[in-house]
């Protein structure tokens, strides 16, 4: 019995440790916004759409394929990752989410709400976690820190 808990808390205490990095508060964002999202990773490119909107006090992220058959659903409300919907956990989206999260927080709020984050010209750095390039406020890309995998953001109906 004794083990078994132990193997619980082990397990919930690696779960907090793999969790992506949030703001301190919830940034103001411009919502509701659909977004390009161009995976790369191993020299193979996918496409998804991107839907961030505010449902009452949560903003929702909906990441679909483009069928838009739903990829992975999160709600954020009060510092926290919800599932929202059926579909299994997708814990690649939330770091994604995440990342976007912290790209699209305006330079003004990033020192208060990611204490550590640098930035630099056209890159802003969490590090550790993710370096954002920026081409401008709308264009972007996420690298992950330590993976072979970027993102490159557009808002929807933008050329690629």
């Known amino acids: 019995m004794i083990r078994l808990l132990l193997i ?4 919930l205490l ?12 919830t940034p103001a964002l411009s919502l509701p916004m659909q977004l390009h999202v161009q995976r790369r990773a191993d020299g193979q490119t996918q496409d998804w ?5 505010r449902e009452g006090g949560a903003i929702r992220w909906s990441l679909m ?4 058959i739903p990829q992975a659903r999160q709600k954020l409300l009060n510092g926290q990752w919800q599932a929202d919907g059926l579909l299994p956990p997708n814990p690649q989206a939330r770091e994604l989410f995440a990342a ?9 709020d990033v020192p208060a709400l990611y204490p550590g984050a640098q930035a630099m010209d056209l890159t802003r750095t969490l590090p550790g ?3 954002i390039v920026y081409q401008s406020s709308e264009v972007f ?3 992950m820190s330590g993976q072979p995998l970027s ?3 557009t808002p929807l109906g933008v050329g690629r």
Request: hydrophobic share 45%; glycine share 6%.
């Open 65 to 68: 394929d483009p069928l838009g």
């Open 49 to 53: 759409l991107l839907v961030i909107q």
């Open 14 to 25: 690696g779960a907090c440790a793999s969790q992506p990095p949030l703001p301190t508060k």
């Open 151 to 153: 993102y490159r953001i």
């Open 100 to 108: 976007l999260l912290f790209a699209l927080t305006s330079a003004d």
């Open 8 to 11: 619980g808390c082990l397990l």
């Open 141 to 143: 890309s996420v690298n």
């Open 129 to 131: 976690h993710w370096q």
